[in-house]
């Protein structure tokens, strides 16, 4: 720690609500620490192309509420390269950044590792991202928003299913993690999630058509994780029109309104403790490490572990909405 005069802070991946309050937490943390702060436009594609400016306390004003990133964010192929992560480094070496806290998800953190080991750099990541996919975390950065947001959604939507007694598949993100969908589906009373953690197990569609809406149901609200294995919302209704043509489907793909807008304040307040704690970890010499949340106590988890490992589904919630959907 004693040789860490200078944080880089970026983010980088796909956006999520709160990340503005994390690059304020860990600006305003470092500086109260005595750490000089710069701030890293367009994430790993930034930090080759050297946008990056000092940020003091005034950088980081007004921006707590709101969405998406003022860092910018970028997906980098050069960095991909151990060409690009030279150049990288070097960057890092002509502006004295002694250490980076990276804002991001997956394939963020996996960049991290990677930069961190080549070059022996302190780096600590904050789990951003909406899916909530990262191992050793409960929750990350703008998940809580990202519901919020789907359930809002799906309550407007309801009321043209009903009207129109109709069956509606509404696909949410989620790639290769169903949290949004399984989660959603419960907050937004809808009939069933169609999730990828379980697509080998059972057939979800049927499960669905058997067990809910050809017995009791004259409309339905089905999320579907955005997932290759599942089709999305539109491989389902095309199964529906091909298997139970009788039944009215209509598909509806909520995107990239799930991203955006203002934090929530979970979200708020979950980011401002990461964005400190980012700090404390850098101060107690850890390295190569993701701040993580358990049991509302801050962790630290080796970056190896959070993305190598797969974070598993709550089979408890699938039960319940079984039950609540009847």
Do not use: W
Not at 56 to 78: D, H, P, Y
Not at 229 to 239: D, H, K, P, S, V
Not at 247 to 272: E, M
Request: charged content about 20%; overall charge negative.
């Amino acid at each position: 720690m004693a040789d860490i005069k200078c944080v880089g802070i970026l983010t980088s991946g796909g956006d999520a609500p709160g990340m503005n309050a994390a690059i304020r937490a860990v600006t305003r943390s470092a500086i109260y620490n005595g750490f000089q702060v710069k701030g890293i436009y367009r994430g790993y594609k930034g930090l080759i192309s050297n946008e990056i400016i000092e940020f003091r306390t005034n950088n980081v004003s007004n921006i707590i509420q709101q969405g998406g990133t003022i860092l910018k964010t970028a997906r980098s192929q050069e960095f991909m390269t151990p060409e690009g992560r030279q150049i990288a480094h070097k960057t890092m070496l002509q502006e004295g950044i002694d250490a980076l806290v990276v804002i991001g998800g997956d394939g963020s953190l996996t960049g991290a590792r990677i930069f961190a080991q080549e070059y022996d750099i302190p780096v600590v990541g904050i789990p951003g991202t909406i899916d909530n996919d990262l191992f050793g975390t409960d929750t990350t950065i703008g998940y809580d928003t990202a519901l919020n947001t789907i359930m809002q959604a799906v309550d407007k939507i309801r009321d043209t299913a009903t009207s129109h007694e109709r069956l509606f598949f509404i696909e949410v993100m989620g790639r290769d993690a169903g949290f949004l969908a399984l989660n959603g589906a419960i907050a937004s009373g809808s009939e069933a999630a169609i999730i990828p953690e379980i697509f080998t197990e059972v057939d979800q569609l049927e499960e669905l058509i058997n067990n809910g809406f050809r017995k009791s149901k004259n409309s339905s609200i089905v999320l579907v994780a955005e997932s290759e294995l599942t089709g999305g919302a539109m491989g389902m209704a095309e199964r529906v029109k091909k298997e139970y043509p009788q039944y009215d489907v209509r598909v509806t793909i909520l995107g990239h309104i799930q991203r955006g807008g203002s934090p929530s304040a979970y979200d708020r307040i979950l980011a401002s403790r990461m964005g400190a704690a980012a700090i404390d970890a850098l101060m107690d010499d850890q390295r190569n490490v993701m701040i993580g949340i358990q049991n509302d106590q801050i962790v630290y988890i080796p970056f190896v572990k959070a993305i190598k490992n797969h974070k598993p589904i709550n089979r408890d919630l699938l039960n319940t909405l079984r039950i609540l959907s009847i």
